[in-house]
Structures are given as C-alpha cells and as structure tokens.
C-alpha cells in the first residue's frame, strides 16, 4: 500500500518560514503528480500546490509567490517551502499523489500530516 510521512511542521512567527517534507513508499513515485494540501479546523482540505513527474509547478492562488514545491524522485521525496507565512496558513498539511491536473489522488488512506502554527 502506498504510504505518506510528512514531517517539518511547527511553531512559527508571521513572516517566518518553514520546510516541509513527505516522504512516499509503496508507489512507483515518479509516475504521479504530488500535492500538498491542508486542513484548518472545521474546514474543508484544500489543495495548496501540486508538481508533476516532469517538475511543473502550480500552485493555489493564496500561496503564489511564497510557497515552493519541489521533489526528489531518486528519493521519493516532495517538498514544500513556505516563507512569508501567514496565521491564515496555520493548519495540518498532508500530501497526496494523483493525476497529472491533481484533479483527482491515487488513494483515500492520508497520511498523520504535520502540524503548521503561525502565531505571534
């Protein structure tokens, strides 16, 4: 079964920034797109940025040009840097694998996901 770790997550400033990691077993990795998505309490998941097998970057317009994806195939590995954050980022942050669009993700089994606080 395909598997998801993600670690990186912590207590942060407004402003300051923070690396996330997901790291993908069970799965030929660099076939899929990969995305990060997040929860706030009582909110929907939202996706926050995706990066294809081929290294194309997209990403949700909240996050534009202070967010990073990035991935590691030999490693199976994606990556998020988020810098400027913003207390409207604090939520836990999962990844996923999907279609090339991440219009849809290869399966339902999330991983823990990993804690993200912006506060003061």
């Known amino acids: 079964q395909v598997q998801f770790v993600e670690s990186g997550g912590g207590l942060v400033q407004p402003g300051g920034s923070l690396r996330l990691s997901c790291a993908v077993s069970?799965?030929?990795?660099?076939?899929?797109?990969m995305g990060w998505y997040r929860q706030a309490p009582g909110k929907q998941r939202e996706l926050v940025a995706h990066?294809?097998?081929?290294?194309?970057?997209k990403y949700a317009d909240f996050v534009k040009g202070r967010f990073a994806i990035s991935r590691d195939n030999a490693k199976n590995r994606v990556s998020l840097q988020m810098n400027s954050l913003k207390p409207e980022d604090t939520a836990v942050y999962y990844c996923?694998?999907?279609?090339?669009?991440?219009?849809?993700?290869?399966?339902?089994?999330w991983g823990q996901g990993t804690q993200v606080t912006v506060s003061s």
């Open positions: 990066i294809t097998s081929g290294g194309r970057a």
């Open positions: 996923n694998a999907g279609d090339p669009e991440m219009s849809s993700v290869i399966t339902e089994s």
């Open positions: 069970g799965t030929i990795f660099s076939i899929y797109t």
